[in-house]
């Protein structure tokens, strides 16, 4: 079972210093917060805020690569969990083959918000991810932290 | 036998090699350093930390537990038959270096336009040669540098090592 996800937003985590992707269904049921480093967030955050660099970036090339061989990208699917590794995977079609890419979430998402692909979650890692780690994040947080959210 | 030595390798590009990521100590920034063959010639172009930490992976042969970006295209090229040719540096305006990355598949060849960092990360990962056009070199921010770099190579050895 796959559920189709749509990112939501960034926040910084300023207890890990990195930044989480917040990922949302469609009814607002189930988020899956994926933590991500300082240049993953900015390739996820360009590609949010329909930026365009100067210079392509790193996806921005990964893109231009893909369209340049006339390989489409269908979906990403963030796949699993396991003990803060994140999996997923990226499907291409490319002449006639459709060809699974293991990929980290943040390169998947990063991709799939510039190639208006669909981002889609397993069941097991929606569960795993929002009972674990946002609640322990959660419980940790301390009033003063919010401030910092919004800076 | 000379001419088909310069149909592989055009006379107006010099191949390179990267010799070294340093750290640029007042800035959060990394030094590429490339160099040609006989080490006469010096590169340094400046990249952002996740940039340069992108290219030390690479040197350093280092086996992440997932694939990182470069990784990644790397992987899709795999994938899809398509292979990394080489990597040129193309023209250089103020402080911005401009590449390209030549793929080819079944014949087929094709550029693309990438920023250095990029280029280089990915030269490194495909074990492809990376060039710089002579014209690039003539026009590299200045020979100074080198003396510079120099400089920075002896006394930042601790720092570049963490």
Redesign the interface.
Known sequence: MITQMRVKGLIFDPYNNAYIVVLRDEENSDMLPIWV???EAS?IGLALENVTAP?????D??K???E??D?KIISVVITDLNEN???AT?H?M?EDSE?T????PS?AIALALRTSAPIFASEKVIKKQSSEELEQWLENLKPEDFGKLDT | MDSAKQQNEPSELVALTVKQVLDDGNTDTRIVVLKNDDASVTLPIWVGSAEGNAIRLAMERVVTPRPMSHDLIRSFADHLGVRIERVVITDVKGSTYYASVAFASKGVHRTLDARPSDAIALALRADCPIYATQDVLNRRTAVHLDAWINKIDTKNIEPQQA
């Not at chain 1, 210079?55 to 996806?59: A, I, K, L, S």
């Not at chain 1, 890419?101 to 980290?104: N, Q, Y």
């Open positions: 480093g300082k240049s390739a210079r392509p970036m790193t996806h090339l990964m231009s690569f893909l340049t061989f390989a590794t994140y999996f990226i291409l490319y060809y890419v293991d990929s980290r390169d």
